[in-house]
């Protein structure tokens, strides 16, 4: 048996277009242009990829794409009125401010002072409260596409028993939330954890978020459990060079799992098209309009 490839570039792909129609159809039929301000401190060049990338997706999708570079040595006053302004502007939609900060900046204070309405990174206590709560709320991106991936194997996932690995407030606790919303269920697990050999191996659902390179071996895994894939580290070659590899070792997967996310071109493709999916939702949601299909 050799797993299914799900991927993640064709997947991100059609969500992308989808997302574009959409916006196509309440700017035809409201005259509202969703909007994103993306606000880049310092010169990260990983930072500066990302940044990139989202400003050419977004206006691909026919999206407003609102760019905001500050210097590394900006003064947190400086950073928090900015974050006022776009606050207060109503061409946009969407606020995203690029993390890691550099150090001096306070980026619990920068978080919390994005309006709740905006928050497309879904990081503000108020939408991370929501979704805890299982009301409707902003959800960070990369789980958000992690469903969606899921989503691509599993019509349902309700019933299914899930592990996640990891628990960063940007992917693995939100995470557990969307699972939980859709009836699966959750085991949280991380570097605290015992026997993580074996709650991997009860579970259908794997989710690994731990950052660390092949951790999750082929032999931990239940025969035909599907895989999301979300480390991405780069590791040295033979030959002096470096590959991208994710927290799963995945050629030893291909032979256990039913299906898996490659790394890369699996969930990385996903995070940007769900900053999309939340910009547009946020903007028909702050002018009063029903929930877009995405």
């Known amino acids: 048996m050799t797993a299914e490839i799900i991927d993640g570039k064709v997947i991100a792909a059609e969500l992308r277009a989808r997302v574009a129609d959409e916006v196509a159809r309440v700017k035809r039929e409201h005259n509202l242009v969703p909007g994103l301000a993306v606000v880049l401190v310092g010169n990260d060049p990983a930072s500066e990829v990302y940044v990139r990338s989202k400003r ?33 502007d109503p061409a946009v939609h969407g606020i995203l401010v690029q993390l890691p900060l ?17 928050d497309v990174d879904g990081l503000h206590p108020n939408n991370a409260g929501r979704l805890a709560g299982g009301f409707e709320a902003l959800s960070p991106c990369t789980p958000l596409g992690c469903i969606i991936l899921t989503k691509s194997v599993h019509a349902s996932l309700e019933g299914m028993n899930a592990i996640v ?58 025969p035909g459990a599907t895989v999301i894939d979300i480390g991405i580290t780069r590791i040295p070659k033979e030959d002096g060079k470096t590959r991208l590899v994710g927290d ?29 999916v ?17």
């Open 248 to 276: 799963v070792a995945y050629q030893e997967a291909l032979g256990v799992a039913g299906a898996i996310t490659p790394v890369p071109g699996g969930v990385g493709q996903m995070t940007v098209a769900c900053l999309l």
């Open 165 to 222: 690995l990891g628990r960063s407030n940007l992917v693995g606790r939100p995470l557990v939330q969307l699972l939980l919303n859709e009836n699966a269920t959750v085991t949280i697990a991380h570097s605290r954890s015992r026997d993580l050999p074996d709650l991997v191996k009860r579970a259908d659902l794997v989710y690994a978020a731990v950052g660390k390179a092949e951790m999750v071996r082929g032999d931990w895994l239940k």
């Open 56 to 88: 050419t997706q977004t206006q691909a999708a026919g999206m407003t794409s609102f760019e905001h570079k500050l210097p590394a040595d900006v003064s947190q006053a400086d950073l928090l009125a900015l974050v006022a302004k776009l606050n207060r």
């Open 278 to 294: 939340n910009t547009l939702r946020a903007a028909c949601a702050i002018a009063g309009l029903p929930k877009p299909a995405v």
């Open 102 to 118: 550099p150090k001096g900046l306070n980026t619990e204070a920068v978080i919390n002072a994005i309006d709740p309405a905006k």
